[in-house]
């Protein structure tokens, strides 16, 4: 998740500094400037704001889907070492009596 972040982190900031580089070259004035430039940084806030909240609804998600599949996913894995346990004393006399045949 942390590369995730990183990567995020720097596209947002990629992203403002190419705003600002086009609005400091842009020919306007330097009350327009600054009022495009708020505005530049008000849209970057609120899409890292959705960034953020999409982050942390995905992390809850996955925390919630963990929490209720765990103890499935353990039951499974019991019932699985059970049968295959069961295979192999079923099949033990079978490999004992191949062993015999072989060693004759």
């Known amino acids: 998740m942390g590369k995730m972040k990183s990567y995020i982190v720097g596209f947002a900031i ?19 400037m600054r ?19 999409a982050t942390l609804s995905l992390k809850n998600d996955v925390n919630d889907a963990i929490s209720k599949n765990l103890p499935t996913i353990k039951n499974t894995i019991i019932e699985i070492k059970s049968l295959v346990n069961s295979w192999q004393e079923d099949i033990q006399p079978t490999i004992n009596n191949i062993t015999k045949d072989i060693k004759k």
């Open 14 to 32: 990629g992203g403002i500094v190419a705003g600002a580089a086009v609005l400091i070259n842009a020919p306007k004035s330097g009350k327009d």
């Open 35 to 53: 009022r495009d430039l708020k505005e530049t940084l008000d849209n970057a806030n609120a899409s890292l704001g959705g960034v953020k909240s």
